[in-house]
């Protein structure tokens, strides 16, 4: 793989938030990277041959606080040495339908308070062990796992899962909770959260803000869907955008290129 010559990263040393978008054949980030001491925000878009970020780069990354990871296709792994980004206080996953299992180390990340995860079929195991986590959205999941309820610090949760038709029990852990909303619920899961008679009701009674949404009520679904949205990393990428280029090489060559308008301006 192409590297990031010195003196060219010495002069992004600078740099708050990197946006990598469309290196179709980028299997993994450069060590390089690492470097990049004042990151606050990496994005990561449409790398649909990147399969893991090496512990090397997650070493140095120590100040990052925003991580958003959208449509790479093959990515599997975080790596262990996620559990180095003890400033990320925001993780977002959207359509990353193979990483089914996050690094044991998430148990590191003591700052991390907001989860967003969109379009990867399953919630990826190990998300239970973060430990401070207190916001949580996930949607167009396909089963809900039961370990979810071991969250116990989460404050806000959203669901949207068309097959949900009942509730983990271990929901009654969640003491925490102050609202919880299912979007697109199925009739039979609406049922059962009937509040006072509902099988379900027992397992969120404690939740002083309960809303569910059920699948006709797209409209509805979509006002009550958190700020920090779609909508959002769109807006991000077009404020951070660099032009789409084939090599790192000239991935670098841009960022310089970058560097140099922003002080001659």
Not at 118 to 147: D, F, M, N
Not at 164 to 193: G, Q, Y
């Amino acid at each position: 793989m192409a590297s990031i010559p010195d003196s060219i990263v010495m002069n992004m040393s600078h740099i708050k938030t990197l946006c990598i978008e469309g290196f179709p054949k980028l299997k993994a980030l450069p060590d390089e990277l690492s470097r990049l001491s004042s990151l606050k925000e990496l994005q990561l878009y449409k790398c649909n041959e990147l399969e893991s970020f090496s512990e090397n780069l997650m070493q140095g990354l120590c100040f990052l606080r925003g991580l958003r990871i959208s449509s790479c296709k093959k990515l599997k792994s975080l790596s262990e040495g996620v559990g180095n980004l003890t400033c990320l206080e925001s993780l977002y996953i959207l359509d990353c339908p193979n990483l089914v299992c996050l690094p044991s180390s998430m148990n590191q990340l003591v700052s991390l308070r907001h989860i967003y995860i969109k379009s990867c079929g399953t919630l990826p195991e190990g998300l239970q062990h973060v430990p401070y986590l207190q916001s949580l959205a996930v949607y167009y999941l396909r089963s809900i796992p039961e370990w979810l309820g071991n969250l116990t610090s989460l404050q806000t949760l959203e669901l949207s899962c068309e097959g949900l038709r009942s509730l983990p029990s271990s929901f009654r852990n969640l003491t925490n909770l102050r609202e919880l909303s299912i979007i697109d619920c199925h009739k039979e899961l609406e049922k059962r959260c009937k509040r006072g008679t509902g099988e379900d009701w027992q397992t969120i009674a404690h939740i002083p803000q309960f809303k569910l949404f059920p699948m006709d009520q797209q409209t509805l679904s979509d006002k009550i869907r958190p700020k920090w949205r779609s909508w959002q990393l769109t807006r991000d990428r077009r404020r951070h955008h660099f032009a789409k280029i084939d090599t790192f090489d000239g991935l670098a060559e841009g960022l310089f290129g970058w560097h140099k308008m922003m002080i001659e301006t």
